[in-house]
């Protein structure tokens, strides 16, 4: 009886020592990029009212007592890119942190063509150039970590996942559009980059969307969140409580998205969730209007609808909310394949756009033509683009997929032409023009560029109803 007694006491004393533990995030583990130049949090759980001291290579020191729940968080200031350093917690029990860089960190989120790894999905697909990409992709100053799928119908605190070097073997089962932003922006700055990769394919925007931002702007979805009988991964809040709500606060320079299939059949409100799913991130972060670049979706044969309106919606957004940038891929879709090969390419557009607009190097263009007035001159109508300041071409393709309507609203084929870098677009059968809209409809092949090389998205000079 004795000696079971004593085997009790034992088991009862280790689960204590064991639950006393000094433990951090995920986040916050070897290999990890901590934004640079900034003030960043650390946080974990020990036991409750303990004093936790972290010190660091780079000669900060931060000290908290945790909560009465043994929740704690403090804040540290980050020096120059560089390392690699290590960090040291002193709690009720030590953590060492190993091999840590100071950089330049991006959140990667959104659907199936942002998780879309190198490795092939086992139907078939691929990523154009994936062998030779992942061969050469060992670079000690770009690490990853992915957050593993996951929904909650209440915001979590924690997640699964770990920082890792890149390697061809890392990187093989990587976002490739991801990776390849991170190795643009990596190469090009010349200091340490980190990516966080959180996205799950076939999921619509209102699941990566908080309550609170729900809740006051689009109370349809209120019954949505509150039948948790039937809470799935895409449920209004549900990926946001489980794979966006654990990184806030870490540092991060800005956000990487693409989205929107799934939202083809509401454009309309996608036009307004969207922002405000941006705005909501922002405001949970409390890092200002960081930059929030995203991939307008690519042309792909839905038959069902047209998923011109909901590109449509993703430039609205660009315009309207500060500092976005759209990377449009109207020239790589595919027309059987929801998710094109081509991934490199869209994520040095987006790696284009924090080249120009966040780090600010000069001579570097963002963006591909972007609609901005039209001018009628009897039966031709002449349009003027931003982002094409030396003038639009067609990279050598024909120019095709324009239409033109007169007063009757019907849409006829038209003909454009370049003249000088100007655009021009008239019809036989339409001799009183009022309106073009180019590339309207689900797949097509881009063909209007600016002498960058960069795609115009599709457009339409009027606002009539479907």
């Known amino acids: 009886m004795r000696s079971k007694q004593i085997f009790i006491l034992v088991f009862l004393l280790n689960t204590v020592v064991c639950t006393a533990q000094t433990k951090l995030s995920a986040l916050f583990s070897d290999h990890m990029v901590l934004q640079r130049n900034t003030l960043v949090f650390i946080w974990g759980t020990d036991k409750p009212n303990t004093k936790i001291i972290v010190k660091t290579d780079w000669g900060e020191k931060g000290t908290v007592i945790s909560d009465n729940r043994g929740k704690w968080r403090l804040q540290l200031k980050t020096n120059n890119a560089g390392g690699p350093y290590t960090i040291r917690i002193n709690g009720s029990s030590k953590v060492i942190i190993n091999d840590v860089l100071l950089g330049e960190v991006w959140l990667c989120s959104g659907q199936s063509n942002m998780a879309r790894i190198f490795r092939g999905n086992g139907k078939g697909e691929y990523v154009s150039g994936s062998n030779k990409i992942v061969s050469q992709s060992t670079n000690p100053a770009l690490r990853m970590f992915t957050v593993k799928n996951n929904f909650s119908p ?28 991170g190795k643009m922006l990596q190469e090009t700055l010349g200091v340490p980059v980190g990516l966080i990769l959180s996205s799950v394919g076939g999921t619509r925007i209102e699941s990566w969307t908080s309550k609170k931002a729900l809740n006051e702007g689009f109370p349809i979805f209120n019954s949505k969140i509150d039948n ?38 509401n454009p309309e409100q996608y036009a307004k969730l969207f922002p405000a799913m941006i705005t909501s991130w922002r405001k949970e972060w409390n890092l200002g209007e960081f930059p929030f670049y995203f991939v307008q979706i690519a042309p792909f044969e839905y038959g069902e609808t047209n998923s011109a309106f909901l590109r449509e919606a993703q430039l609205k957004t660009m315009l309207t909310t500060p500092n976005t940038g759209m990377a449009v891929t109207l020239d790589i879709g595919d027309e059987l394949c929801i998710h094109p090969p081509i991934k490199k390419e869209v994520g040095e557009r987006l790696g284009y756009w924090a080249l120009a607009k966040t780090y600010g190097m ?12 039209l001018r009628i001159q009897k039966d031709s109508v002449y349009l003027n683009f931003d982002y094409a300041a030396d003038g639009v071409c067609s990279l050598g393709r024909q120019l095709r997929d324009f239409t033109i309507a007169g007063a009757d609203r019907v849409f006829h084929t038209a003909k454009a032409q370049i003249v000088r870098g100007s655009l021009v677009v008239l019809s036989d059968s339409v001799t009183s023009p009022i309106a073009v809209r180019y590339a309207w409809k689900n797949y097509v092949e881009g063909s209007l560029f600016n002498v960058a090389g960069l795609p115009a998205s599709s457009f339409r000079t009027d606002d009539w109803e479907k």
């Open 154 to 181: 209440t915001p979590l605190d924690s997640c699964i996942g770990k920082w890792q070097q890149s390697t061809p073997e890392v990187t093989l089962n990587f976002s490739a559009v991801a990776y390849s932003y």
């Open 228 to 265: 948790i009988s039937k809470f799935g991964g895409n449920t209004p809040t549900a990926l946001y409580n489980a794979m966006i709500h654990p990184l806030i606060p870490f540092g991060i320079k800005g956000v990487i998205w693409y989205q929107g299939e799934t939202d083809r059949n």
């Open 362 to 373: 000069k001579g570097i263009q963002s963006s591909g033509p972007v609609y901005k007035s």
